[in-house]
């Protein structure tokens, strides 16, 4: 069961893609399971870091969350694919290292082990980066950031993905229908291989 997650900075096409990908592999007899963005889903029901207490707080209910959905995942057919909007290393966008580190260490886990969830992981650049006419909140209502904390929170998630040993990163050469077709070459081929 292939596992890919499908992450980057704010307003980058990661939800596009991912009913781009899932109509792919629809179309191809597969079976698709699409895992939503954690951090949306709490925060469209009203739990947001000042009501945590703090952006740790909130990131340990996203970290949580995610691991929660994953672990639904377990006795799914293996031919299917699984699409994730967002893994556990995204927190690296939002965290300083050290509070990185204290919600893996809270669920025993170092890096590699948080890597080793996922088959391949897909980072859409921001349209802040290359793009940035094209940036804006009007894709998801809670969006908070502007452009350069977008730019900030794309150069983090990448250098928390880092260490993943499939990290396709794709960036916004040529038009946005150029990058998402890219994209589910990309990712077509890597499920084709695993």
Known sequence: ??????????????????????A?????????????ECATELLAQGITPDSCGSVLGFQRHVFNLQLEKEERLAGMSDDAVVLLD????????????????????????????????YDAVVHLVTAAIGAEKFFSHETNEHRLEGVEEAVRVDEALRAGWAGHPNLQIIDNQGTFEDKLRRAVDSVTALVEEL
């Open 1 to 22: 069961m292939p596992k890919i997650v499908i992450t980057g900075g704010p307003c980058a096409g990661k939800t596009t893609l991912m009913g781009l990908l899932a």
């Open 24 to 36: 792919a592999f629809v179309g191809k007899g597969r079976e698709v399971v699409l895992v939503n």
């Open 86 to 117: 967002r893994g556990l290393m995204d927190n690296a966008g939002y965290l300083p290292e050290e509070d990185l580190n204290i919600l893996l260490a809270e669920h025993n886990m170092t890096r590699a082990d948080a890597y080793a969830r």
